[in-house]
């Protein structure tokens, strides 16, 4: 299995951000992510770093990315894919089978492991309405499937955030449809995003907060006057004031900087909490130790 020791993630992750982790393993297929979480029980397991801050200073652990377990197999109206599938290559080749379900991930950085574990969604479609049946590893009984309505998805969760689950594999159910419909309804989600989303050459890790229930973070973000703040080598994007910006040379201290002057304005303002939807993987350097005490609430 590729393994690497001391090694520096920042490039692998959207937000261009991060530094040396102490061992990473990247598993092919199952069993060599069962041989490598066997080995590391307690090792952070991600995707595609695509909604998880990695500090600066690194990490003192082991870190398992489902990159590499990137199979795919189309059956009639069923695809399974690996972890590690990225989810704008999953839904281009659903394009290609005639197949819709997917069209929402047309713009996805993440993967199939972290889209499932975090039910990601947009424009009016999530994992919660596709995905069949998961194949995942539990500490306790090894490798299991569990079918959607056990997995507890609700809005960006499941219940592999509430127990220590590894998504392995996801199928998915697809409904048949015309190319030219599929290819509409993913054209539309590319130009939403493309106004109210920054694209990947502004480094960036997707939404930062959760909306809270009933509301819009980024509208409060805004209202909160946080479009256009700059702390260190980060601001706050002038189009939408629920995203980080990284200008090149930021760090994750500037990052949680500005997340917790973003945490600290609406509570001021409005009396809400907001709660991040970005993770953190760090615990070297003191201060941003402090900051995630008040902004993860640990
Ligand atoms: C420009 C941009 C746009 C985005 N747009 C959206 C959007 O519209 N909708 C949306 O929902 N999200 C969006 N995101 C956020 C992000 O892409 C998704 O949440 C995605 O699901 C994260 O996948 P990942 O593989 O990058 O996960 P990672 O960032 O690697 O991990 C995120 C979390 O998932 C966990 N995880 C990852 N893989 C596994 C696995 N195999 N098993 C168990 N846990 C795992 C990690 O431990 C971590 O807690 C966007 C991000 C960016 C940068």
Request: glycine share 10%; charged share 25%; aromatic share 10%.
């Amino acid at each position: 299995m590729d393994y690497r020791e001391n090694f520096d993630v920042k490039k692998l992750t959207s937000f261009k951000i991060g530094g040396e982790i102490s061992r990473v393993y990247f598993p092919e297929n199952v069993e060599e992510f069962v041989q490598a979480i066997e080995k590391e029980p307690d090792a952070y397991v991600a995707g595609n770093l695509s909604n998880v801050l990695v500090s600066s200073d690194g990490y003192d652990g082991a870190l398992i990315l489902t990159k590499k377990m990137d199979n795919i197999t189309f059956n009639g109206t069923k695809v399974t894919a690996g972890a590690g599938v990225r989810g704008t290559k999953l839904s281009k080749l659903a394009l290609e089978n005639h197949l819709s379900g997917l069209e929402f991930m047309v713009a996805f950085p993440g993967s199939v492991g972290g889209e499932v574990f975090m039910n990601a969604g947009a424009h009016g479609q999530m994992i919660a309405d596709v995905l069949k049946i998961a194949k995942i590893y539990c500490p306790e009984k090894g490798v299991i499937t569990l079918r959607n309505e056990e997995m507890e998805f609700s809005y960006r969760t499941s219940i592999c955030q509430r127990k220590p689950y590894s998504v392995l594999e996801a199928e998915f159910e697809l409904k048949e449809k015309s190319p030219d419909e599929i290819q509409t309804k993913m054209d539309e989600n590319l130009s939403f995003r493309q106004n109210r989303q920054p694209s990947l050459t502004l480094p960036n890790c997707g939404s930062t907060f959760r909306n809270p229930d009933g509301n819009s973070a980024g509208r409060l973000l805004d209202e909160a006057g946080m479009k256009g703040f700059v702390s260190g080598g980060v601001h706050v994007w002038e189009n939408h004031a629920n995203f980080i910006i990284n200008d090149g040379d930021g760090t994750s201290l500037d990052v949680l900087n500005t997340m917790y002057e973003m945490y600290r304005r609406v509570k001021e303002k409005f009396g809400i909490e907001l709660k991040p939807e970005v993770r953190f993987l760090g615990g070297k350097n003191e201060k941003e130790v402090e900051l995630c005490k008040i902004l993860y609430q640990k």
